[in-house]
Every structure is written in structure tokens, then in C-alpha cells.
């Protein structure tokens, strides 16, 4: 036995087992909730499709399915960690699925939605102005995820620009499923009814170009890992997901509406906050001299 190198096994102990691998079967479980993310955004499409040419209750549908596709996104990767079947082929999927469900699906939902519904009768000029600018508007909130999604896969260990408290875990920029949830969150408000006026669809192609903004800002935003992990506080963690179920049962409308413009309200202060303690730890310049 080299020298300064202790032998574990001694007499009365028994030497550790090594770790059994899953079966190759295990690895497809996660790829399950994979493709049932990918499914509910490409019906989330053919909804999105549909209510621009029946009743807006298919927009209603193509909200909601993106905010399943969110649950199904969070369990596919807690599934593979508890199982130990993550894999570069489980990653690359995820990414992919991401796209579809999170990117195009409701960049076409916010686009038909928000744009396309718009009467040619009101403000002829105005609305297709407003069309032309939604179609760009859309197509930068697809590329905003995608590459926000680009980032994160080649990131190592990524630092926002506005730093928080050591040992917290925070994403760089806003994930896109948060993104595409405030597009969910603000149709699934209004039923699916669409938007009628072009001024309406002024302050709808803003917030787009915000959301898209955020996705691919350094900005820091709160990750739940820390929650998720029910390490630490998993009574708490139960409580908390029974009461946002039971809020959800009730009012769906207004707590997913609260939930994502929230999530996207708290980015921004964190920014602002920072910007303003670092403006007040400057230091001073030398006031004047004495005479």
C-alpha cells in the first residue's frame, strides 16, 4: 500500500459495493416527459391555429398547454436526476423540446393572438402597421429564447451582472419557459378573447420586446432549485406547492397572471436594487478645501 494512503476495509467492516448502474430501459423515462413537452407544444400550435379561424377558446387551450408543458419541462430533469439516467442525449432533447414548446409555440400564439385577430375595419393604417411590427416582434422572441437557451447549454458556471447573496443560485437572464408562461399567463387571463385594438396590441408588441429582452439580459433571476430539492424544509416545500395547486383550482386567471408577472417583476427589482447599493457604496469625491 503506498505511503499516507489508509485502508478503509479493516476488520469488522465490509467494503463498499460499487454503485449499480440503471438499466438501459431507465434512461427512456425521462425522455418520456421529454416528448410529452414537445406534444403539448405542438398542440398548443394547432390550437393557436384553430382559434384564428373558430371561437377563442382555442387560445384559452393553447395557454393552458404551454403551462403544462412547463410542469412536464421541471419533472423530465428531476426524474433523471433521481433516477441517475441523465445523459448528453436526455440534455440535447430538453434543449430541443425547449424550442418548440417554450419558443415557437407561443411566439405563433402571441402573434395570431395579439396581432392577426385585429379587425381590418379599425384603424386600416394603424393595425397594418401593427401587424408588420408583431410579425418581427414574434420572430425576436423566438430568437431571444433560442439563444437564451444557446447561452445556458455552453455556460460553465455563468455570473449575472448584478451579483446576489453567495451560495444562492440564480439564472442569467429569465429561463424560457418564464418567457413563453407570461404569454400563457396574460391569454389564459382573458380566456382566450383577443386583442380587438390596435392600441392594446401597442402595449402587447412592448411587452414582448421586454420579455424577449430579459431572456437574453445578464440579468439575475431567483432559481428554485433550492426549493425544488426538499433537501432542507420538505414540509414547507409540500405546504407551498398544495396552496399554488389550490390557488391555481380557484383562480387560475389571476394566479398564474400573478405568478409569471411576479417572477419577471422580481429580475427587475433585483437589477434596480443593485444599481442602487452600488450607487451608494461609490465612493465620494473630496469635498472642498478649507480655506
Keep these: 500500500m503506498p505511503a499516507g494512503q ?4 479493516g476488520p469488522g467492516t465490509q467494503e463498499e459495493t460499487p ?22 407544444g ?17 387560445f384559452d387551450r393553447a395557454a393552458l398547454a404551454i403551462g403544462f408543458a412547463a410542469l412536464f419541462d421541471g419533472l423530465d430533469g428531476l426524474v433523471a436526476r433521481v433516477t441517475h439516467t441523465t445523459s448528453d442525449f436526455g440534455h440535447e432533447l430538453d434543449s430541443l423540446a425547449d424550442v418548440i414548446t417554450f419558443g415557437v409555440a407561443p411566439s405563433l400564439l402571441a402573434y395570431i393572438w395579439g396581432f392577426r385577430m385585429l379587425p381590418p375595419t379599425v384603424h386600416p393604417d394603424l393595425r397594418q402597421n401593427v401587424l408588420h411590427a408583431g410579425v418581427f416582434v414574434c420572430f425576436l422572441f423566438l430568437v431571444c429564447g433560442a439563444s437564451r437557451l444557446a447561452r445556458f447549454n455552453i455556460s460553465k458556471n455563468p455570473q449575472p451582472r ?27 387571463c382573458f380566456n382566450g378573447a383577443p386583442i380587438y385594438n390596435p392600441w392594446t396590441a401597442l402595449v402587447w408588441l412592448l411587452l414582448l420586446l421586454f420579455t424577449g429582452f430579459l431572456m437574453v439580459s445578464s440579468w439575475r433571476f431567483w432559481s428554485a432549485k433550492e426549493v425544488t430539492s426538499g433537501d432542507r424544509h420538505p414540509a414547507r416545500l409540500f405546504i407551498l406547492i398544495v396552496v399554488i395547486g389550490a390557488l391555481i383550482a380557484w383562480k387560475s386567471e389571476w ?32 469635498g472642498p478645501a478649507a480655506s
Excluded: C
Design 6 to 9: 489508509l485502508d478503509h476495509a
Design 19 to 40: 454503485r449499480r448502474h440503471p438499466s438501459r430501459g431507465m434512461y427512456v423515462l425521462p425522455s418520456l416527459f421529454t416528448a410529452g413537452n414537445i406534444a403539448l
Design 42 to 58: 405542438y398542440y398548443a400550435m394547432t390550437q393557436s391555429i384553430q382559434g384564428s379561424l373558430a371561437e377563442p377558446a382555442y
Design 162 to 188: 448584478n451579483p446576489g447573496k453567495p451560495g444562492h443560485k440564480f439564472f442569467v437572464g429569465m429561463p424560457i419557459p418564464a418567457g413563453a408562461g407570461i404569454v400563457a399567463a396574460v391569454v389564459h
Design 255 to 286: 394566479t398564474l397572471m400573478i405568478l409569471a408577472f411576479g417572477y419577471l417583476i422580481s429580475g427587475v427589482i433585483a437589477r434596480l436594487a443593485y444599481s442602487w447599493h452600488r450607487r451608494l457604496r461609490r465612493p465620494q469625491g473630496p
